[in-house]
């Protein structure tokens, strides 16, 4: 059976882990940037989708940085 989709389960840690406050949400942001960055380069565009969508998620619920998190 062909699809038009695949689905990439992310790490268990970027689906389930939940930040509760901004700096820790933050921080889990750019944790996620980074390993979609490392799945673009390896040309793992699905992996990198997926958690493109979930960062796009943890934008919504912490839509400004700390202050502490913009001077780093």
Known sequence: VEADYVQVPLLEDAQENQPETEAEGWLFIAQLEKRMTEAAKAFEFERA??????????????????????ES
């Open 49 to 70: 989708a997926a958690l493109r969508d979930r960062i796009a998620q943890l934008h919504q619920q912490f839509p400004s940085k700390p202050d502490d998190a913009q």
